[in-house]
Every structure is written in structure tokens, then in C-alpha cells.
């Protein structure tokens, strides 16, 4: 009988001769008033919520990896949102452009960083003792192309607890459904939406393929593709010991191949480190 095997991998960068990744802030936003109930206390307890960014006020034009987001609003007490969704794409559209319609407000996928999930948010101080930066912490990096706008999805279920107020500023338009879920397709658009958000971004060389890789099958092909991004073209990858019996390693462009028939079942764990093609400064 077949039987599922485990590959699991830690995944390490290396740069040819300089810092290998940073960690950069981008604030934006309104970080001095915070009045909105919309979206984070929704009379409605749900709801949905979209605003859009441009790519020039993030200004990292070789993109990176969105780890974390912090809302600016008031000190509130503590909030658990029921479902709570926060999901990113990429837009053609503006911040002053953006529609009632939530799904053709983006462009390829709305990809999920976060959730579904009942969250509560930690809070750190925020610009005075009145205002609190409320930290939503991606379990799935989101990968920022750099160059195009950036549209940012909150949703949820439920909530326990008061919630907070945010700032109503600013041409940024906000599209919104007080009561809505994460699969409402409209709702309504008004300016305003100029709240103060700050991204927490990693750039420099990644490896953007989460470990544990997938499960495989003993006696079945296997084949797995793992890739990193941001650095220098012309990746260099290293495979330690440890791969299954009937798993190699081989290359195909920029991307590493696992690929082969295992026969053991087990679990595998092996280090993955990739390197790219900077030069001294």
C-alpha cells in the first residue's frame, strides 16, 4: 500500500558579497485623528473593507515581502475579530480609482496573508497616549512586485469586544460593506480611506517557498519547485544531505527542482541554501 512520505527543509539565503535582506517601514496615512468606526468596529460586528496604495508612495521599486501590517487608530480595549481575513493583490488602479466592486478592484489574485482565523491583535503606543499601532502579523508573506499598486482586503465574521476607530482623511478611497463578509462582491466607495497604516517589509534575495514542502507518496513521481526572489539573478542553489531515496536535486533557471520516485517513507529533512549574483559594491 502507498504510503505518504515528509520532506521537510530549511531554507537559508546567502548573497555573493553584501547584506542578503533589510527589514524596511513604510507609514502612510493620517496618524493624528482617529474618528472612523469603519472597518475595525463595524456596527454590524462583519464587514469588508478595501483601500489601495500607490506603488510610488511605498517606494521600494524592487519590491519585497509584506510581513506585517499596523493600523493606527485609538487605545481601545481588547478586540478578537471572528474570521478575520486580510488579503493583498496588486492593482492597475489608484488610490482615487478604486471601485464599489471588490473583486474587479484587483488584478491576478487576491492572495490571504493572513486568517481565516480569530485574531486579536497586540497593540504598541502610537503617536500619543490617545493612539495605539494595532499589529496584524502575515502567516503568509505577501510578495510586492515593486511596481504596480497594492490593494489591501480586510474582512471578517465576528467581533468580541469594542473594536476601534481609525482616521477619516484624505482623497483615498475606501470601498466598504458594514455587515458584508469576505465574499461580498460590492459595497460602497467614498473618500476618506486615508487611514494610518505601516508595512513591515523584508526585501533583499528570499526564498519565497514555504517549508514543510508538499507530502509526497512512495512508488510516485514527485516533483517540487522551489524558488526565491529580490535578489540578483543567476541563483546558485546547495542541497545538503538528506533528500529521500529517489529525490534529486536539479536546476532549472533561477529555480531549484526536487523531482524523482521516492521508495522509503519518513520523514526528510535536508538544508536548502541559495545564493545569488551580487557583486562587492
Not at 502567516?139 to 473594536?163: E, Q
Not at 497604516?197 to 507518496?217: D, N, V, W
Amino acid at each position: 500500500m502507498p504510503r505518504n512520505w515528509l520532506l521537510v527543509a530549511v531554507l537559508v539565503c546567502a548573497a555573493g558579497a553584501t547584506t542578503i535582506s533589510a527589514q524596511v517601514i513604510v507609514t502612510l496615512g493620517n496618524t493624528t485623528v482617529a474618528s472612523n468606526t469603519y472597518p475595525f468596529k463595524y456596527s454590524a460586528l462583519n464587514g469588508r473593507y478595501q483601500t489601495c496604495y500607490a506603488a510610488s508612495e511605498i517606494n521600494l521599486p524592487g519590491g519585497g515581502s509584506i510581513t506585517e501590517i499596523w493600523v493606527h487608530g485609538a487605545v481601545g480595549t481588547a478586540t478578537t475579530y471572528g474570521g478575520l481575513r486580510l488579503r493583498l493583490a496588486h492593482t492597475n488602479l489608484t488610490p482615487t480609482t478604486i471601485t464599489a466592486n471588490f473583486n474587479t478592484n484587483y488584478t491576478g489574485t487576491l492572495a490571504t496573508g493572513l486568517g481565516p482565523v480569530n485574531y486579536s491583535p497586540a497593540t504598541t503606543p502610537g503617536t500619543s497616549t490617545s493612539f495605539s499601532w494595532w499589529h496584524f502579523v502575515l502567516t503568509t508573506p505577501f510578495l510586492y512586485n515593486g511596481t504596480s499598486n497594492l490593494i489591501v482586503d480586510w474582512s471578517y465574521d465576528s467581533r468580541t469586544g469594542n473594536g476601534f476607530n481609525i482616521a477619516t482623511s484624505g482623497s483615498r478611497l475606501r470601498a466598504y460593506l458594514n455587515g458584508g463578509s469576505y465574499a461580498s462582491a460590492t459595497g460602497g466607495v467614498t473618500s476618506s480611506g486615508d487611514y494610518g497604516i505601516r508595512f513591515t517589509f523584508t526585501t533583499g534575495l528570499t526564498i519565497t517557498t514555504p517549508s514543510p514542502l508538499a507530502e509526497g507518496i512512495d512508488g510516485f513521481t514527485y516533483n517540487q519547485t522551489i524558488q526565491a526572489d529580490y535578489g540578483v539573478p543567476g541563483y546558485s542553489w546547495t542541497v545538503g544531505t538528506g533528500l529521500p531515496p529517489g529525490v534529486i536535486a536539479s536546476t532549472l533557471g533561477n529555480d531549484l527542482i526536487l523531482s524523482g520516485t521516492p521508495t522509503t517513507t519518513g520523514t526528510y529533512q535536508f538544508l536548502v541554501t541559495v545564493q545569488d549574483n551580487d557583486s562587492p559594491p
